[in-house]
């Protein structure tokens, strides 16, 4: 084979590894509670210290959410909307993650509807 189509070859190997590894993304690396299960959530009904946690941390990612995407941010929401849609989602997703729920808001509350896609 001469030189020049084994380059070619070897460009076209390099370009084409480079195309599949451009859509190949890293799962997200969620930085929350131990158990982030909505069962975690609806048991905390009775633990008003946890509830209150949970709730920060979700106020903190709608924060992160309004910090990378400013032109749609998310508008201001209370503490008892955001438990009252979080209890929604987990009645309706028993088997789902609170962080789920968390980026579902986010999407709604900034106007998206539909999670975000790369």
């Not at 076209?12 to 997200?28: I, K, Q, R």
């Not at 959530?41 to 959410?65: C, K, M, N, P």
């Not at 989602?89 to 709604?108: M, T, V, W």
Request: proline share 3%.
């Amino acid at each position: 084979m001469p030189k020049w189509a084994l380059f070619r070859y070897a460009m076209l190997v390099c370009a084409v590894v480079e195309v599949a590894s451009a859509g190949v993304t890293a799962p997200l690396k969620i930085l929350g509670f131990n158990d982030m299960s909505c069962r975690s959530w609806s048991a905390s009904i009775s633990d008003t210290e946890q509830r209150q946690l949970f709730v920060a941390w979700i106020r903190g990612v709608l924060t992160g959410h309004n910090y990378v995407n400013r032109g749609q941010q998310v508008a201001a929401i209370s503490s008892a909307s955001v438990e009252q849609y979080i209890n929604r989602y987990c009645a309706e997703k028993p088997l789902s993650q609170i962080s789920e729920a968390a980026f579902r808001l986010s999407d709604q509350l900034s106007g998206r509807n539909a999670a975000i896609t790369k």
